[in-house]
């Protein structure tokens, strides 16, 4: 029986991107390829600062499913960790789950997703690592996956800023991938409410002088970054 390592599955509010504000089940799974250093979710991931028999479950795929198929949310964010390191056993979740149900996934745009994968989300919610994150650029820039889910038409670039130099840098790779300005988001990093209400103007500030879209984090606003709310 395919298996998936899941950290927590849990209903809120949909705090970032594109669709903030929806109600949705998240399917939190466990493992991730980077290590960023300001990672909000390191319980899935830094298992020198978690332990792993505390954090991590192995479910299988087909209760996953009916925890998708029978929550009151219509919605799906699956996320992580980075969840196309599980994307064998994602899609076979997935082919469980019917069609009028809502995919999203959240990714950082280094795992090639599988045809099966890219057929059936429904919206992909991709945030490649800028410098600021720690890791060296081969680890977390992939240009050939960011083009494939950017000509997916259904991806949407949600890039983490802090400061000018992270606009520039964000700039940069925005131009150099060619992604649409309508599915351009930039968000501030944050950690706590108060570092999202000292960031955000600036980052506003920035969409608005270049057109694109601003993402807030309402998991902070409204819960100031508790798990599972």
Same mark, same amino acid.
């Given at each position: 029986? +395919?298996?998936?390592?899941?950290?927590?599955?849990?209903?809120?509010?949909?705090?970032?991107?594109?669709? @903030?504000? +929806? *109600?949705?089940?998240?399917?939190?799974?466990?493992?991730?390829?980077?290590?960023?250093?300001?990672?909000?979710?390191?319980?899935?991931?830094?298992?020198?600062?978690?332990?792993?028999?505390? &954090?991590?479950?192995?479910?299988?795929?087909?209760?996953?499913?009916?925890?998708? #198929?029978?929550?009151?949310? #219509?919605?799906?964010?699956?996320?992580?960790?980075? *969840?196309?390191?599980?994307? @064998?056993?994602?899609?076979?979740?997935?082919?469980?789950?019917?069609?009028?149900?809502?995919?999203?996934?959240?990714?950082?745009? +280094?795992?090639?997703?599988?045809?099966?994968?890219? !057929?059936?989300?429904?919206?992909?919610?991709?945030?490649?690592?800028?410098?600021?994150?720690?890791?060296?650029?081969?680890?977390?820039?992939?240009?050939?996956?960011?083009?494939?889910?950017?000509?997916?038409?259904? !991806?949407?670039?949600?890039?983490?800023?802090?400061?000018?130099?992270?606009?520039?840098?964000?700039?940069?790779?925005?131009?150099?991938?060619?992604?649409?300005?309508?599915?351009?988001?930039?968000?501030? &990093?944050?950690?706590? #409410?108060?570092?999202?209400?000292?960031?955000?103007?600036?980052?506003?500030? !920035?969409?608005?002088?270049?057109?694109?879209?601003?993402?807030? #984090?309402?998991?902070? +606003?409204?819960?100031?970054?508790?798990?599972?709310?």
């Amino acid at each position: 029986m +395919t298996e998936l390592k899941v950290s927590e599955i849990f209903t809120s509010l949909q705090g970032e991107g594109p669709s @903030a504000g +929806t *109600p949705c089940l998240f399917v939190r799974l466990a493992l991730c390829n980077l290590r960023c250093a300001w990672c909000d979710t390191k319980y899935t991931w830094d298992f020198r600062a978690f332990r792993y028999e505390d &954090e991590v479950r192995q479910e299988p795929a087909e209760r996953v499913a009916e925890r998708i #198929r029978t929550a009151p949310e #219509r919605r799906v964010v699956i996320t992580g960790g980075e *969840p196309l390191l599980q994307q @064998a056993a994602l899609v076979q979740t997935l082919a469980l789950v019917p069609p009028s149900i809502f995919v999203e996934i959240e990714t950082n745009g +280094t795992q090639m997703p599988a045809d099966a994968l890219l !057929a059936r989300v429904d919206q992909w919610n991709v945030s490649p690592k800028l410098s600021n994150a720690g890791d060296p650029e081969r680890l977390r820039l992939k240009h050939d996956v960011l083009a494939v889910l950017r000509d997916s038409g259904r !991806a949407y670039l949600k890039l983490v800023i802090a400061n000018e130099r992270d606009l520039a840098e964000a700039d940069a790779l925005t131009r150099e991938l060619g992604w649409p300005k309508s599915h351009v988001l930039f968000m501030p &990093e944050a950690n706590s #409410r108060a570092e999202l209400e000292s960031r955000s103007p600036m980052v506003a500030a !920035a969409c608005k002088s270049r057109g694109v879209r601003f993402s807030s #984090r309402l998991q902070l +606003t409204l819960f100031d970054g508790r798990r599972g709310v």
